[in-house]
């Protein structure tokens, strides 16, 4: 299985878990906002310190098992994780910790 073969997996499946949750619990747009703030900034972070830790050869990728897309030196693959936990995290808090509605 290809890098991005695994990261899609694991994408689709925190991003079926965020839709189930979201529907079961009619969490609000206001829900899906801040998560999506959430993810953007993880992702940004990823990129930038993903980059300077292959800029410091702290790692390497094979690049045959990469799609050949990088951000600065982040290659696109290894953002699929900070995608992955930002959309699954929030959904498993609310899930196991729903709020109080007030109805």
Do not use: C, K, N
């Not at 799609?67 to 959309?87: I, K, Q, S």
């Amino acid at each position: 299985m290809t890098y991005a073969g695994l990261a899609l997996v694991f994408v689709a499946l925190s991003a079926a878990v965020a839709v189930g949750v979201a529907v079961a619990r009619r969490l609000p747009a206001r829900w899906w906002l801040t998560t999506a703030i959430t993810i953007a900034v993880l992702l940004v972070l990823t990129v930038v310190f993903d980059s300077l830790m292959i800029i410091s050869d702290l790692f390497r990728f094979d690049e045959s098992s990469l799609l050949g897309v990088h951000l600065w030196h982040a290659p696109l693959e290894d953002l699929a994780w900070p995608l992955a936990a930002g959309l699954l995290l929030p959904a498993l808090r609310e899930l196991l910790h729903p709020r109080e509605t007030s109805e």
